[in-house]
Structures are given as structure tokens and as C-alpha cells.
């Protein structure tokens, strides 16, 4: 059974920094991901990463996260910076293993999905 494990979220100032990362169980996947959902939205696309190492980010991250990931410790990161109120969410880590089905998202299809972690910006 597939296991994603999250860590690293919390409480922040406006302006300052986190790493969340994420421990896959499972190897080779097509993609892996952090998506997020703030009270009363939908859930969003934050960062994507393929397995041939493209990467994808939403407008609004763009230049203050990074995602990466080390195979070694399948382990995948979003390094987040000069954070805003509006980054506030549940963060989720996801992964496309390869099988049918999924959350469809650019070239992936996201079928497993952590139990996510909170992300608090004050301003």
C-alpha cells in the first residue's frame, strides 16, 4: 500500500520560509506533486515535477517555491519562500504511480495523495 508522509508545515510570518517534505513508500513515479486547499476553495496545483525532471508551478508560486526531490530518499520537497497570507492551506503531497485513473493535472494523473499538512501565514 501505497504511503505518502508529510512534514515540515506550521505557523510563519509573511516573508518568511519552509520546507515541507514528503516520504513516498512506493518508487518510479510519472510525477509527484504538492497541491494545497484554503478554507472555502477548491484544491489548487502548487507544484509538479515529472519524471524527466520537468517542473510546473502555479502563477502565484512562481519564483518564491521550489520543488525538488531526492530518489535516493524517496523523499520530495517544495522549498517555499518570501511567504504570503494568501499560501495559507492544507498542503497535500500526491504521486502518479503509473496506474488508471487519478486526478488529471497537466501531463499526470495524481492517484495517491497524502493526508496533508497545515501551512499558516500571519501577516
Known amino acids: 500500500q501505497v504511503q505518502l508522509v508529510e512534514s515540515g508545515g506550521g505557523s510563519v510570518q509573511a516573508g518568511g520560509s519552509l520546507r515541507l517534505s514528503c516520504l513516498d513508500s512506493?518508487?518510479?513515479?510519472?510525477?509527484v506533486g504538492w497541491f494545497r486547499q484554503a478554507p472555502g476553495k477548491e484544491r489548487e496545483g502548487v507544484a509538479v515535477i515529472a519524471d524527466d525532471g520537468r517542473t510546473n508551478y502555479a502563477d502565484s508560486v512562481q519564483g518564491r517555491f521550489t520543488i525538488s526531490k531526492d530518489s535516493g530518499k524517496n523523499t520530495l520537497y517544495l522549498q517555499m519562500n518570501s511567504l504570503k497570507p494568501e499560501d495559507t492551506a492544507m498542503y497535500y503531497c500526491?504521486?502518479?504511480?503509473?496506474?488508471?485513473?487519478?486526478?488529471?493535472?497537466?501531463?499526470?494523473?495524481?492517484?495517491?495523495w497524502g493526508q496533508g499538512i497545515q501551512v499558516t501565514v500571519s501577516s
Open positions: 500526491a504521486v502518479d504511480s503509473g496506474g488508471f485513473g487519478g486526478t488529471a493535472y497537466g501531463d499526470c494523473a495524481f492517484d495517491y
Open positions: 512506493g518508487r518510479n513515479r510519472v510525477c
